[in-house]
């Protein structure tokens, strides 16, 4: 393994060294770490407008993480940046997340290599050069060895087709796709199509301000209470004096320093249980989900359980039973993306606010001032599309690379997403993805899981340099191995029964598959063992 020092650069053969695209949470860590820790020559492409990524585009009322939160959503590899940022919330709103992104570019002084406003329109390798060339909407040409793609994992908007959806005359909005300046609900009916954790973020926001506010909904959800408060002083300090054990706790445990509770539901009685859920629901985040039992994605009885126990909740917060009724979900408990909210349910309390079951009473199609569904018209003047994203492995598809031989990605995905350990594909050598299928990505904290990916890609470009060797491609062997490796693991818990976009369910046509891997700190070991097993699963090549 390479432990340092000057790296052989290749400006003869390429005009940069890495190509990374998207300067998200992902992007800008490679950036610094590619740039200033192996002395690269690095560019970054955006479509963008400035840094950020998903939290650049995702500016919609209500817009805030939704894990377990500040201080550690952020980046945690240097004590320098904790200590000077500070943060004020347990669920940090979307303006502070772009905020800290925005200061992190700053000092370190990033944003001079990215080129914003310039999607890159094709991506080629090249075999005899070892290296990638780029092709962008401003008419550029660029080459590079290595092609970063941190194109992130929930950026390709799904719209609905609808018919006469087009028609549709007033303001439409994507939470996706929120624009810069401010919208204005009052004296409007909002109709809102959706409710994953884009539509449950952003309908309570949304009712307070506009005359009416009618929910579409397709499939109810689980949603838990986020509990967001501020930070104190005490608690941020306390967090900065301890990060290098917290930083350790985050690399040992799922991403979070936070102890998560092993425990048997079978050691406990029926009210013993129940008052393990009510101390978790009060406690609110996702504790529910990873602090109740052990075996709740695996027990099916366990998670009716669980799943009874937040019908009750809903129950007891919606005063009116029929629209209480509606909003109860049938589903597996969390086995779609747990969604943390502030006050969703209570808003239906209100008197502008109004919900519609697709599964009674489907949309029909569009008019240019109502939707109309089988049951009758809901005239709206705003329509939010809170529909969500060809999650995971829409951006590649839209990238398109053209590897080996010419083969693009989009024939090699005609039919399933192979990959190698989350980060590289068979047939596109020298391609690396951060939170690509197959990695933990949604599942672990990003913002870490960027930086340990990108760690990981740094110490290989770093050996392949040092070794004087030209490319590294996964086998296809390793890439079947890793494709029965993710869904075995899968396939032992109840993910793969429920229609989820973790599934690819969510974008019709799209290949079924579980696209996330489950254990977050095994496969960052991983990482590390393919590594220091000669770099197993992969072919390098000398250079050329
Ligand atoms: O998208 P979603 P999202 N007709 O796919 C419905 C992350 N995120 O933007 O469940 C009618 O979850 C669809 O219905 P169904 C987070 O990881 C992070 O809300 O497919 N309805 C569903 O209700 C999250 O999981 C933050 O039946 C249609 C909704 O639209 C991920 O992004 C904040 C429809 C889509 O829900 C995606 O969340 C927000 C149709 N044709 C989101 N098509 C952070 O804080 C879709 N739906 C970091």
Redesign the pocket.
């Known amino acids: 393994m390479w432990l340092g020092g000057p790296l052989r650069m290749r400006k003869d053969k390429t005009d940069y060294d890495a190509i990374i695209i998207g300067s998200g949470f992902s992007g800008l860590y490679a950036l610094h770490h590619l740039r200033d820790k192996l002395k690269l020559n690095v560019r970054v492409y955006d479509s963008a407008g400035g840094v950020g990524g ?2 650049w585009y ?1 500016r919609y009322p209500g ?5 377990p939160s500040s201080p550690f959503y952020a980046y945690t590899f240097s004590q320098e940046l904790v200590d000077d940022w500070t943060w004020k919330e347990t ?1 940090t709103p ?1 303006a502070s ?1 772009l905020a800290y992104l925005e200061h992190f570019a700053q000092r370190f002084d990033l944003t001079k290599d990215i080129q914003f406003k310039t999607w890159v329109t094709d991506a080629r390798y090249d075999e005899q050069t070892q290296s990638w060339t780029i092709e962008t909407d401003q008419g550029e040409t660029a080459s590079a060895q290595f092609l970063i793609c941190a194109v992130g994992a ?1 950026f390709v908007a ?1 719209r ?3 018919p006469g959806i087009d028609d549709f005359a007033g303001e439409c909005y994507h ?2 796709r929120w624009p810069h300046d401010k919208v204005s609900f009052a004296g409007k009916r909002v109709g809102v ?9 952003s309908i309570p926001e949304i009712a307070k301000e506009a005359e009416h506010v009618t929910v ?4 109810p ?1 689980y949603s838990l209470p986020a509990r967001n408060r501020a930070l104190s002083e005490e608690e941020l300090k306390r967090s900065r004096a301890d990060w290098d054990d917290l930083r350790q706790s985050m690399l040992h445990r799922g991403g979070w320093p936070h102890k998560t509770i092993r425990r048997s539901a079978q050691d406990y009685t029926p009210e013993e249980r129940h008052a393990i859920y009510e101390s978790l629901w009060e406690e609110g985040g996702i504790h529910l989900s990873i602090n109740s039992f052990s075996a709740v994605l695996i027990d099916k009885d366990l998670n009716d359980e669980v799943s009874e126990f937040v019908r009750g909740k809903i129950r007891q917060i919606v005063r009116d039973p029929e629209t209480a009724e509606k909003l109860l979900p049938d589903y597996h408990f969390a086995t ?2 747990l ?1 943390l909210d502030n006050g969703y349910f209570e808003t239906y309390n209100r008197g502008n606010v109004s919900l519609v079951d ?1 599964r009674d009473d489907p ?1 029909k199609s569009f008019s240019a001032t109502a939707v109309q569904t089988q049951q009758g018209e809901h005239p709206i003047d705003m329509l939010v ?5 060809d ?1 995971v492995t829409g951006s590649m598809l839209n990238l398109n690379p053209k590897g080996r031989d010419g083969l693009s990605l989009q024939e090699k995905w005609a039919d399933r997403f192979e990959n190698y350990l989350g980060a590289t594909i068979a047939g596109f050598p020298n391609l690396f993805m951060i939170h690509g299928p197959g990695s933990p990505g ?1 599942l672990y904290t ?1 913002p870490l899981g960027g930086e340990r990916t990108a760690n990981w890609i740094a110490e290989s470009i770093a050996h392949l340099r040092a070794n004087n060797l030209g490319a590294i491609e996964a086998t296809d062997e390793a890439a079947s191995m890793w494709d029965e490796e993710i869904n075995a693991a899968a396939a032992q818990t109840l993910y793969p029964l429920t ?3 973790y599934m690819g ?2 974008i019709p046509g799209k290949p079924r598959q579980f696209l996330a891997h489950l254990r977050g700190s095994k496969y960052f070991e991983r990482l590390s063992q393919v590594a220091d097993q000669d770099y197993e699963g992969f072919v390098l090549e000398s250079a050329k």
């Open positions: 998903t939290w995702n817009a805030r993480v939704d894990a669920q979307q997340v929930l799904n609905p087709d609808y939470t996706g199509i959706g409710t994953g954790s884009s539509g449950i973020q579409f909904q397709r499939t959800q779609k993306r969604i697709l949309i599309l809170a529909t969500g994203f999650a949604v990003m229609d989820s976009w369910a969510n």
